[in-house]
């Protein structure tokens, strides 16, 4: 049999990122090639999200969109997996006749078995167990089947034990699990070999990393410092009720771990916040920010909100908006409540119409764009140093991120600048973009 041709499409968070590249290497380990074209593939997975209703939307269109492509040539795989899969499960199945693989978050490392098995027995394959306990990935660790980008993703634990009422997260990927020190340091050091300069260890709530195990964030953090040749270190999401006076003192006193955090708070009201189940109040939040600018104070700091969580008055609006003034965030993301069927708030009655949600949406986006045009103008005629990653979509430019994880445009880059730490002049700031030049090259702007 000629070898089968496999493109994997990726909605969501850098998590979702994580696990499609770890699918890409499995599978083109296991003798599929990729595909570019997503339309030219014999195998087409997509790895979905389910964290608003519109996400899922996204995927059901998208499936609807390939309908011709499996009329035309019933041999060709499709297959769903991610929260989605979790989520929806044989449900999907029944209700999309053209899919032949559904599968969930705790099955990535089986991928190369599950496409198999859909393309050796022509059978539809539907796979949704939730493991508790356990490791959170079978594989050891990563399979480099490609080369080492600058800034590297790597996931260190899976699943959530918060159940905040509105997030679906913990249905869908399940309890915390955790990697071991030693694996994720291992993979740290493959990605190095190979030019990495910078981690972003991922985790739903990966101040907890280590639950269960001795082992801590503080620790993997301190470890992975060591590492040489790693010149930068990041780990998001955190929780405010979990960011540890361990983990806040590194900050400004470990030189690779960069001034930047994001912490989100979702509602500036306590009221809001406790039908949330978030565990905290917004003092205690904005005391977190305190000991965070006392650490360090050129911390920046990102945070998400969500507006139109049921029963949200006026009132407990006003005190969001409050604490995004209060605390200027570098990057703010917004979002508007999305009831999740069976999460506890799905079940709250006082839901707020739509057009006061877009109302109260529109006023935090305005604020906050504010916000970061004001951060943005102070860099102008500053120098920061930039770690050039990939270039643009029209390829004029190469951009990258300072250390507070500002994405800045070098407009005169080239591809010797990639993968590079660069001190980049800014020169304009035009809403919420950056840009600059490096004293490398002259002054000279590619155009198309
Ligand atoms: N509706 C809207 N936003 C949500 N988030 C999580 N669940 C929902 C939901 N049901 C947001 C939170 C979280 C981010 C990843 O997504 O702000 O921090
Ligand atoms: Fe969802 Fe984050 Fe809350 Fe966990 S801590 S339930 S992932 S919002």
């Given amino acids: ?67 011709p492509l499996k009329d035309e040539n019933p041999k060709k795989v499709i297959g769903v997996s991610g929260c989605v899969g979790q989520r929806l499960g ?37 796979e949704t167990k939730l493991e508790e306990g356990g490791r959170a990935y079978s594989q050891p660790t990563h ?4 080369p080492s980008r600058p800034a590297e993703y790597l996931t260190i634990m899976k699943g959530c034990d918060h159940f905040c009422t509105y997030c679906i997260v913990p249905f869908v990927r399940g309890r915390e699990k955790s990697r071991p020190i030693h694996e994720i340091l291992e993979d740290v050091r493959g990605f190095v070999a190979g030019g990495t300069k910078e981690v972003t260890f991922l985790g739903q709530n990966i101040n907890t990393y280590g639950k269960g195990t001795g082992e801590t964030l503080a620790e993997l953090i301190e470890k992975t410092h060591a590492i040489p040749g790693l010149e930068r270190i990041r780990y998001v999401t955190s929780h405010p009720r979990d960011l540890g006076e361990d983990l806040i003192s590194q900050f400004g006193k470990l030189e690779k771990l960069c001034p930047s955090l994001h ?44 507006v139109g969580f049921p029963g949200e008055t006026d009132e407990d609006f006003e005190k969001t908006v409050e604490v995004l003034n209060r605390v200027e965030f570098s990057m703010a993301f917004l979002f508007k409540y999305s009831p999740r069927p069976g999460t506890r708030a799905f079940a709250l009655s006082e839901e707020i119409p739509e057009v006061v949600k877009e109302e109260r949406l529109a006023r935090v986006q305005q604020l906050s764009l504010r ?17 050039v990653e990939s270039i643009d979509k029209k390829g004029l430019c190469y951009s990258g991120r300072t250390v507070h994880n500002k994405l800045v445009h070098v407009l005169n880059s080239g591809p010797s600048c990639q993968g590079k730490i660069l001190d980049v002049e800014v020169t304009e700031t035009n809403g919420s973009n950056v840009k600059g030049y490096f004293a490398g090259a002259p002054r000279v702007v590619r155009t198309a």
């Fill in 1 to 67: 049999m000629s070898q089968r041709s496999i493109h994997i499409k990726t909605f969501g968070c850098q998590m979702n990122v994580y696990d499609s590249d770890r699918m890409g290497g499995l599978l083109t380990l296991g003798g599929y090639l990729w595909e570019p074209d997503l339309r030219k593939a014999d195998v087409i997975l997509i790895n979905t999200c389910s964290i608003r209703d519109k996400s899922e939307h996204k995927v059901l269109s998208l499936l609807g969109q390939l309908k």
């Fill in 90 to 126: 044989r449900s999907l199945l029944q209700r999309v006749p053209h899919l032949d693989l559904v599968f969930g978050p705790d099955s990535v490392d089986r991928v190369k078995e599950l496409v198999d098995e859909v393309v050796l027995n022509g059978r539809r394959v539907l």
């Fill in 143 to 146: 399979v480099p089947t490609r």
């Fill in 263 to 306: 912490l989100p708070f979702q509602s500036g009201s306590d009221r809001i916040l406790k039908a949330m189940s978030r565990l905290y109040t917004r003092d205690e939040y904005l005391l977190k920010i305190e000991k965070l600018r006392a650490a360090c104070p050129a911390i920046a700091l990102s945070t998400d909100v969500i």
């Fill in 371 to 387: 916000q970061i045009e004001r951060e943005n103008g102070r860099l102008l005629g500053t120098t920061v140093q930039c770690l």
